[in-house]
């Protein structure tokens, strides 16, 4: 279950409370009996680096993206004959 800050307007009274999401927002400050709101934090999670894809957890066996087809090899060079003298 989240847990919540309110902070009262009237007595500045702050407190976190754990509440369930289908519990109903607090209205009124258990100190002073005032005005509360509710105060916003920033999120918990966050998500850095270049980026996250399907294939990111799956194994290489496993992956349905097939992997670019190679390059044809070059044959060697063979040099020209020698001319006749």
């Known amino acids: 279950m989240p847990t919540y800050a309110y902070a009262c307007k009237d007595c500045s ?8 999401f289908a519990d109903s ?11 509360l709101r509710k105060k916003f934090n920033s999120v918990g999670v ?6 996250f894809y399907r294939t990111d957890s799956r194994d290489a066996k496993g992956s ?3 992997a670019a087809p190679a ?15």
């Open 46 to 51: 966050v998500f850095k680096g270049s980026g």
């Open 64 to 66: 349905t993206v097939s």
């Open 25 to 35: 927002t607090l209205t009124s400050c258990p100190e002073c009996q005032g005005t």
């Open 13 to 20: 009274h702050a407190f976190d409370i754990v509440q369930s």
């Open 71 to 85: 390059a044809a090899p070059t044959p060697p060079a063979v040099p020209a004959p020698a001319a006749a003298s």
